[in-house]
T-cell receptor, first 114, second 110 residues
Framework: DGGITQSPKYLFRKEGQNVTLSCEQNLNHDAMYWYRQDPGQGLRLIYY???????QKGDIAEGYSVSREKKESFPLTVTSAQKNPTAFYLC?????????????FGEGSRLTVL | QKEVEQDPGPLSVPEGAIVSLNCTYS??????FMWYRQYSRKGPELLMY????GNKEDGRFTAQVDKSSKYISLFIRDSQPSDSATYLC??????????FGAGTTVTVRA
């Protein structure tokens, strides 16, 4: 089945711990994105990558890190430097050949810091 | 001021009513406009896409873009309980980096 797989769906973390969220896609899309969603604030861009081994900061990159070693994978690490990490995290992909710029989203990972 | 403003609602309507959603924006360089639908605990999915100004219709859904007023709208006719979701507007200059509204939560009562 083609799609985007995010794991884990739910994650609890103690303050001061780093945590890595996984995003894997088999759509053969070039671009991948990480968004954070908070109630009443919509989606905010954390990082994005348009090709392997290259990525750019989004609007709220502080306290986060990413890597893009393979086309299929774009993991996000939430570090202890992120002041308010409790949120719903969404991974998305975009085809380089798309003429609409449509983003395809995974089902999300909900992170709760205890 | 946020780049994209969207009233978060919530909005509750009876089945069969017309749902009207809108967003305003400040960046005059935006030229790609989208509406995404997000069901509870799921990722958003693209509902409508419009390039530049104009109207687009797809079944019960109509998207309108007025670039002169920096205002976009989504209308849902003959609303159904299955339309209950959060609707997010999104827009971009270049088809890559999208700016999203806060999302409006809609409930259609049977």
């Amino acid at each position: 089945d083609g799609g985007i797989t995010q794991s884990p769906k739910y994650l609890f973390r103690k303050e001061g711990q780093n945590v890595t969220l996984s995003c894997e896609q088999n759509l053969n899309h070039d671009a991948m994105y990480w968004y954070r969603q908070d109630p009443g604030q919509g989606l905010r861009l954390i990082y994005y990558s348009q090709i392997v081994n290259d990525f750019q900061k989004g609007d709220i990159a502080e306290g986060y890190s990413v890597s893009r070693e393979k086309k299929e994978s774009f993991p996000l690490t939430v570090t202890s430097a992120q002041k308010n990490p409790t949120a719903f995290y969404l991974c998305a992909t975009q085809s380089g050949g798309s003429n609409t710029g449509e983003l395809f989203f995974g089902e999300g990972s909900r992170l709760t810091v205890l | 001021q946020k780049e994209v403003e969207q009233d978060p609602g919530p909005l509750s309507v009876p089945e069969g009513a017309i749902v009207s959603l809108n967003c305003t924006y400040s960046n005059s360089a935006f030229q790609y406009f989208m509406w995404y639908r997000q069901y509870s605990r799921k990722g958003p999915e693209l509902l409508m896409y419009t390039y530049s100004s104009g109207n687009k219709e797809d079944g019960r859904f109509t998207a309108q873009v007025d670039k002169s007023s920096k205002y976009i709208s989504l209308f849902i006719r003959d609303s159904q309980p299955s339309d209950s979701a959060t609707y997010l507007c999104a827009m971009s200059e270049d088809d890559y980096k999208l700016s999203f509204g806060a999302g409006t939560t809609v409930t259609v009562r049977a």
